[in-house]
């Protein structure tokens, strides 16, 4: 509902922006250029329908705080691995993110101290995973 608050919200300063221009400015703003190309509204508006926005799992991009704004927009955000495994869940605890349909945490490829942490946040309800190979120990 909230984003469809915004889209309506922005639609109708932008229209009414471009209507003011046209009239009390001066500039010949023609509107049905406009109208011929309202079906890239369409377009945009399924391409946010089918293209999943994912956040990289960066400690620099994309902690806790990130992850949470992300999921209350039904965004993707993947808590990164750069913490020990409490530190991890910390992350999702702290953010309310274990109530959240959209949550998934990165986990490397070293056998020794990542089998743990996939086991650990899987108990604690992770059911998304990204395998982070960059960078792995």
């Known amino acids: ?77 993947i808590i990164h691995r750069f913490n020990t495994i409490e530190e991890q869940l910390n992350e999702f605890t702290d953010n309310s993110l274990l109530i959240s349909d959209y949550k998934a945490a990165a986990i490397g490829i070293n056998q020794e101290t990542e089998i743990k942490r996939l086991k650990k946040l899987a108990d604690t309800g992770i059911k998304i995973f990204c395998i982070d190979l960059l960078s792995s120990k």
Not at 18 to 36: A, C, H
Not at 47 to 76: E, F, Q, Y
């Open 1 to 77: 509902m909230r984003k469809n608050k915004i889209f309506w919200g922005v639609f109708l300063i932008v229209f009414g922006a471009l209507l003011f221009i046209d009239r009390q400015l001066g500039f010949n703003i023609d509107f049905n250029t406009i109208v011929t190309f309202w079906p890239i509204i369409l377009i945009l508006i399924g391409l946010k329908l089918l293209v999943p926005i994912i956040a990289s799992p960066m400690n620099t991009v994309c902690g806790g705080k990130m992850a949470k704004a992300l999921a209350d927009l039904k965004c993707l955000g």
